[in-house]
């Protein structure tokens, strides 16, 4: 199975851009929480996204039981790409929340050598499901505020190279640092599978001009997170907080981008309606930056 997709310029006569969702969005929230697996409807939301014309679905793997996370168990993936063979819908990438919780700095030895360990079966599993990328997010309390920090992430997640390459499966940070530090920071790895996801929202809420950011990150930018947010405040529905969206999708054809777009945004009683509304929302600006 391959559904590894272009993150660059287009090349061979691509010409769409492809909308996933994050996991959870088309079915009832969990606990009032506005992300988390759906351990009772995952297998459900795959034929969801096949019905209302999503590309594919960014799995959820936080720590919570997560040695049960089917992407996690050899049984589950299993399952995972049976129901992409019944419904086309890939799995594009897995947002591994898990390192919020478990990041690979500020914590004692013993707990960076499990979250090694956690990340390199990641990796595999991802390669089994047909997933280009592993998203790592150090954002909110797992921010990057050191060198020791910084120091500690990229001797921790190197280790993990060697499977990644053999796999080749795509290692996506997200962080908070401005632009020139966050590529910065990638550069240091010196290696073409490290890669950034570009999130809407959080950016707005840093008060970053996405223009700066997009283009300083430029040719490693793999994925992007669509939601907005207040500046310093929480997630809004789209168009409602402080996402400058002309200026993403003018950066974003500036820079040649032909990645994947994913529905990460603000939670609604009418989920399935919600993610449509917002699928139409991206087209809009799709069809307007990159006609």
Same mark, same amino acid.
């Given at each position: 199975? @391959?559904? =590894?997709? !272009?993150?660059?310029?287009? &090349?061979?006569?691509? !010409? *769409? ?5 994050? =996991?959870?969005?088309?079915?009832? =929230? ?29 799995? +959820? ?11 996690? *168990? @050899? ?17 594009? &990438? /897995? ?13 004692? !030895? ?7 360990? +956690? ?26 505020? &050191? ?28 962080? &908070? %640092? ?6 910065? $920071? ?13 999130? *809407? ?22 994925? /992007?997170?669509?939601? @907005? ?5 929480? *997630?809004?529905? $789209? ?10 999708? !003018? ?30 929302? +991206?087209?809009?600006? %799709? ?5």
């Amino acid at each position: 199975m @391959d559904n =590894q997709m !272009s993150t660059g310029p287009m &090349s061979g006569g691509r !010409s *769409t851009h492809h909308i996933g969702v994050m =996991q959870g969005r088309l079915v009832p =929230q969990i606990d009032g929480r506005i992300q988390a697996f759906p351990w009772e409807r995952w297998r459900a939301e795959f034929e969801l996204a096949r019905r209302h014309g999503f590309h594919s679905i960014e799995f +959820v793997f936080e720590a919570e039981r997560f040695d049960e996370n089917p992407i996690f *168990t @050899d049984d589950g993936a299993k399952e995972i790409t049976d129901l992409i063979d019944r419904t086309g819908i890939q799995v594009s &990438s /897995i947002c591994a929340d898990y390192f919020m919780d478990h990041p690979f700095f500020r914590v004692l !030895s013993s707990e960076r050598e499990r979250s090694v360990e +956690v990340l390199a079966r990641l990796i595999e599993q991802a390669a089994r499901v047909g997933a280009a990328r592993v998203e790592i997010p150090c954002v909110d309390h797992a921010s990057i505020t &050191s060198e020791e920090d910084r120091q500690a992430l990229l001797k921790a997640v190197s280790r993990c190279l060697p499977v990644a390459e053999r796999h080749e499966v795509e290692l996506v940070f997200e962080t &908070s %640092l401005p632009p020139a530090e966050f590529r910065n $920071l990638l550069e240091r790895f010196h290696h073409p599978l490290i890669k950034a996801n570009y999130d *809407t929202g959080n950016s707005a809420s840093l008060g970053y001009d996405p223009t700066e950011e997009l283009t300083t990150l430029g040719e490693l930018v793999a994925n /992007i997170h669509i939601k @907005d947010r207040l500046l310093h405040g929480t *997630t809004v529905p $789209l168009g409602t907080g402080n996402a400058d969206f002309p200026a993403v999708f !003018s950066a974003l054809s500036q820079i040649g981008y032909w990645g994947e777009f994913i529905l990460q945004t603000a939670r609604d009683p009418d989920d399935v309606g919600t993610a449509v509304r917002y699928r139409d929302f +991206v087209k809009g600006y %799709l069809a307007r930056s990159f006609s």
